[in-house]
């Protein structure tokens, strides 16, 4: 039912394998693409694919592939398009929306056309955009000072190159234009640095005083994260970052560090190489909060609220009301929905049950910016003690890897291949120094896992409350506090009553939160049992999946079924539910659709932002193997009980006409 479309994929141009020079043929950094709409910011966007569908990432090789696959799998119709990782000295000029329905380009583009006429030119796959492809360096990636819709990257950016072979030029192939790309800069990229801004003084603080933000400026681009301002200031360069989002953020909070007052840090942000226009002007909220006002926000409450608590926690002093009362107006999720960030946690189950599993899971998502089963983590370092099994550690990481097809050879996880005696103020302080000679500005600590308390308990008694209160005081106050990392405390199980943590009850007390890992046979759950902001949440199952490694050895990696155990009408969902309703989440991810307003009317409120097609639904969970039978009628039967379950049962999925959504 097409006129339930209400926005239809844009077109793109089909690629023109032929015109792609030869030169870039030759490089193993190829990407494909599919058009994917954005709900959040209302447009479509082209996410980095991988020939097999998966996700493609610019930071991590393992996800790039060859001209001869990408061509394949294009050809092979799942895809709308191809493109390059800009490595090397190859830099990519992107302009935007400057070729008329004649050919024609306009003034602004003929100028940069005539200036890189030796280089390699083409159609982007919008048609009326332009793009060049040459060798040299660039100062900085991103759009230009004045002109958005000129944008250049080079290696290091976090944004990948679209190809279409429309080639507008007779170049032979990718050449040196080291004249023309210094006069880009020099006429479209240059803005004033942060060392040289002078611009008009405020009132700061309440406090009526003179403040020259030229002063603000030169102390922030000298302090111990001044690099990584002068990257982002003056260059716009996020590059270090999972997107501008967090990179808008993180400068936001380094102006914050120098001045207090919103004003002064709106309008030095707006001079700054980061500043989007576009962005940070739009409305985000119902109440109309722009984005510039929340990031100021989180920058002015959150964040510099939360150092005044953790510094009067730290020094035994008291804390303004009003402080702790800013501080409630964000909350900073660590793994979206599971864990905050700068908490602690106690992760605990029965002897094999897999909670070692869990917290590598989590570690490994945290380190690599990769979603934990569709929830959003901070990205950052991890530090991971492994107080036992030290043999067989690596073989699960490596597991892990192989399993998520996500690579950990760059990543920030760090181990600790022996226990550490943490009852011990002295060992803890020790512990802290050796985490901050590894820790760098650019992946801060996000989590510190113990694996298990036993092993790394020292000397005290985990049966004693005194004992275990002092244990938890120094990781509050050496690790937890100073980093503003959680903490993670993998621990067993009571040997009388599994549904309880072994040993002195005061543990359960000392932590924000604690989940249990539970095993019936192959089935396994994380079930929250203590949340102290909220309400204990639900129930996630999940199986540990043997993983074949090279020489002929294995291990095991963690496997989640991706669907509550509980819902709203109590049901407990069959397996081919479960499978079923994984594959639609994916799906909607992947490639869902921009339901009609008849849809919308129909549904009313609660009506869904993506819908997915039925059939296509169905035939995705018959190839991910929801019934052990071979014959049509068997798939067709094993989903329509599913469906039935899920749609009628435990109201989890959502039903009008031709198409479907999870609620």
């Known amino acids: 039912m097409a006129a339930l479309l209400l926005q239809q994929k844009p077109e793109a141009l089909p690629v023109n394998f032929d015109g792609i020079p030869s030169s870039l043929k030759e490089s193993p950094h190829w990407v494909l693409w599919q058009w994917h709409y954005d709900s959040e910011s209302e447009r479509w966007t082209k996410p980095p694919r991988q020939s097999d569908g998966q996700f493609a990432r610019t930071n991590d090789p393992d996800t790039w592939t060859t001209f001869d696959k990408v061509h394949r799998a294009y050809l092979d119709g799942s895809f709308d398009g191809v493109g390059i990782v800009l490595r090397d000295d190859l830099v990519g000029i992107d302009l935007d929306h400057v070729l008329d329905e004649s050919g024609e380009v306009t003034p602004l583009a003929a100028e940069i056309v005539e200036r890189f006429g030796d280089a390699y030119m083409e159609k982007s796959p919008s048609g009326d955009g332009l793009h060049i492809l040459t060798l040299g360096t660039f100062p900085r990636s991103g759009k230009g000072t004045e002109h958005k819709n000129i944008e ?19 170049a032979a192939g990718i050449v040196h234009q080291a004249e023309a790309l210094d006069w880009l800069y020099e006429t479209h990229f240059r803005k004033s640095t942060a060392a040289a801004a002078k611009l008009p003084t405020v009132t700061d603080g309440g406090v009526t005083k003179l403040v020259d933000d030229a002063v603000i400026l030169a102390n922030a681009a000298q302090a111990g994260n001044g690099q990584r301002f002068r990257k982002l200031f003056d260059y716009g360069d996020f590059s270090d970052y999972p997107s501008q989002s967090e990179a808008d953020l993180a400068l936001a909070n380094m102006l914050a560090g120098a001045t207090q007052d919103g004003e002064t ?4 942000f707006r001079v700054s190489e980061l500043f989007r226009p576009e962005k940070w002007d739009k409305s985000h ?9 929340m990031t100021i926000a989180k920058a002015l409450t959150g964040k510099n609220a939360t150092k005044q608590i953790e510094a009067a926690v730290r020094t035994g002093g008291f804390v303004r009301a009003a402080d702790a009362m800013a501080e409630t107006h964000t909350v900073e999720w660590l793994i979206d929905g599971v864990m905050e960030q700068g908490t602690s946690c106690m992760l605990f189950g029965a002897s094999g049950s897999g909670k070692s599993f869990v917290a590598i899971d989590w570690s490994c998502c945290i380190v690599t910016g990769t979603d934990w089963h569709g929830q959003d983590v901070e990205p950052g370092a991890v530090f991971y003690i492994v107080g036992e099994g030290q043999k067989g550690f690596g073989r699960r990481l490596t597991a892990w890897q192989t399993k998520n097809n996500v690579s950990l050879q760059t990543a920030p996880l760090y181990l ?3 226990p550490i005696p943490l009852s011990s103020d002295e060992s803890v302080k020790w512990l ?5 000679k590894v820790a760098s500005p650019n992946n801060p600590p996000r989590m510190i896992v113990i694996d298990t308390l036993a092993r790394n308990i020292g000397n005290a008694d985990e049966n004693s409350n005194r004992d275990m209160g002092l244990l938890m005081n120094l990781l509050d106050t050496h690790l937890r506090l100073p980093f503003n990392a959680s903490v993670v405390i993998v621990h067993h199980s009571g040997n009388g009553d599994r549904d309880r943590l072994r040993g002195a009850s005061g543990l359960t007390g000392a932590v924000d939160y604690e989940y249990r890992v539970d095993r019936k046979g192959d089935a396994r759950a994380l079930v929250c049992k203590k949340n102290k902001e909220g309400e204990e949440g639900e129930d996630r199952q999940f199986r540990i999946e043997r993983v074949p490694l090279d020489g002929n050895i294995s291990s095991a990696a963690l496997v989640m079924l991706d669907t509550p155990s509980k819902n709203a009408a109590g049901v407990k969902l069959r397996a081919p539910s479960i499978t079923c309703l994984s594959v639609l989440k994916r799906m909607t991810d992947a490639c869902g659709l921009v339901p009609s307003d008849e849809l919308k009317k129909a549904v009313g409120i609660g009506a869904p932002g993506l819908v997915v097609p039925k059939e296509k639904w169905k035939d995705e969970s018959i190839s991910a193997g929801i019934s052990a039978g071979t014959t049509d009628d068997a798939n067709r039967r094993a989903f329509d009980r599913a469906f039935d379950q899920l749609v009628n049962e435990a109201n989890l999925v959502g039903s009008h006409g031709d198409y479907v959504w999870a609620k």
Not at 152 to 163: A, K, L, M
Not at 285 to 293: E, F, H, V, W
Request: hydrophobic letters at 30%; a negative charge.
């Open 152 to 170: 250049c990257y080079r290696e290091g950016s976090s944004r990948y190159f679209t190809v279409t072979g429309h080639e507008l030029s007779n």
């Open 432 to 436: 802290a120094a050796e985490i901050a």
């Open 416 to 418: 600790w291949q022996a």
């Open 265 to 268: 840090l709106d309008r030095l």
């Open 285 to 293: 909220t119902a109440d109309g909060l722009t984005y510039g006002q």
